[in-house]
């Protein structure tokens, strides 16, 4: 009988005691006294606790009122315990020559560095900081996006801030991570594509592939997606690094991959019968995305984008393709 009252007291003890063993876990390694992918397998303990039980309480309202208010939560304080560790590693190019000044007829590369090393030091200053890396820029994308097309309109350069919505669908039909700015900047017979925020979907905390297919959580963050794809990996490296890229169709194509793919849930791949990170989608589809009204939304079922409303059908399904590896890679 107890597999049909609902998420009872023993499985919440049990889920307490998860959270806790993660958290003491967390704190032995920033201690230096275990490996990193001892706290991952502790993730992944905790989230097949939570599909393994999910449907016991999930249509129970009384049972989903403590889901959704007590197990969601906790999930997303364990996943935040993680958040000071990236999934790869990487150098910030910041050259303080690229900053010195900014003249007329200067290279078009030129131009780009200038611009980015300024909007760096910008937020350096504003966090009080010495490094990139001891920034979080979750949440900065609208304010770095704005200062970067305000020095472009100073400067005479023509630049588009342009929003990235979940789905690029206008509507807030799609419930996921938030929007996300970034700005394109026309360099004489060029356009670059500048993200100064984009570290942020690299961190730890999002990025462990088996979220995925749990109730009222979205996908993983754009970071996964781009690392398990040698060229799209490469790409976001370029990026992080550089904090711009040339904004020819490939590159299209690789940036606006990780968010699209992002953006589907555990729903979608179980439908599909298969684990197929990528998109059939093309330069000019993300193209037609971000400058009309069409959208993923009308190509992929709304079930199966956003968080996840529904439990798995088969909660033992492993959506891991990257992380039996050493981290970072």
């Known amino acids: 009988m107890e597999e049909e009252t609902g998420f009872d007291l023993k ?5 307490i005691e998860y959270k806790n063993k993660l958290y003491q876990r967390k704190k032995r390694f920033d201690e230096g006294k275990i490996e990193l992918m001892q706290i991952i397998d502790d993730m992944e303990e905790l989230y097949s606790f939570v599909k393994r039980n999910v449907h016991l309480f999930y249509f129970n309202q009384d049972f989903f009122n403590i889901y959704k208010k007590y197990v969601i939560r906790s999930i ?9 560790i990236f999934i790869v590693n990487f150098t910030f190019h910041f050259d303080e020559k690229n900053g010195m000044y900014y003249q007329s007829g200067m290279l078009c590369e030129d131009v780009i560095k200038y611009i980015v090393y300024t909007e760096r030091q910008r937020i350096l200053k504003e966090h009080n900081a010495s490094s990139l890396k001891q920034i979080d820029f ?8 704005y200062y970067i097309k305000k020095h472009c309109d100073e400067l005479g350069i023509k630049c588009e801030r342009i929003r990235i919505n979940p789905g690029f669908y206008e509507n807030d039909n799609i419930r996921v991570n938030g929007f996300h700015y970034f700005c394109i900047l026309y360099i004489k017979d060029k356009q670059y594509l500048v993200d100064c925020t984009y570290p942020q ?21 754009v970071g996964y997606y781009m690392i398990v794809d040698e060229e799209r990996k490469n790409f976001a490296l370029n990026l992080i690094e550089n904090g711009y890229v040339e904004f020819t169709y490939s590159n299209i194509k ?13 729903l979608y791949y179980e439908n599909l019968g298969k684990f ?32 996840q409303r529904y439990p798995l059908m088969d909660y033992k399904i492993d959506f891991d393709k990257v992380y039996n590896k050493k981290l970072p890679i």
């Open 201 to 221: 979907f690299f961190h730890l905390d999002a990025n462990l592939p088996n979220r995925l297919g749990i109730p009222l959580l979205s996908g993983c963050y």
């Open 254 to 266: 690789h940036y606006f991959d990780g968010f699209a793919i992002s953006y589907r849930n555990g």
């Open 76 to 84: 997303h304080f364990c996943e935040h315990q993680l958040r000071d």
């Open 11 to 15: 499985r919440v003890n049990e889920f």
């Open 276 to 307: 197929c990170y990528t998109t059939s989608y093309t330069a000019e589809d993300y193209l037609r995305f971000i400058y009309t009204e069409d959208s993923q939304y009308n190509y992929e079922h709304g079930d199966y984008l956003g968080y």
């Open 138 to 145: 979750t949440s900065k994308c609208l304010d770095s996006s």
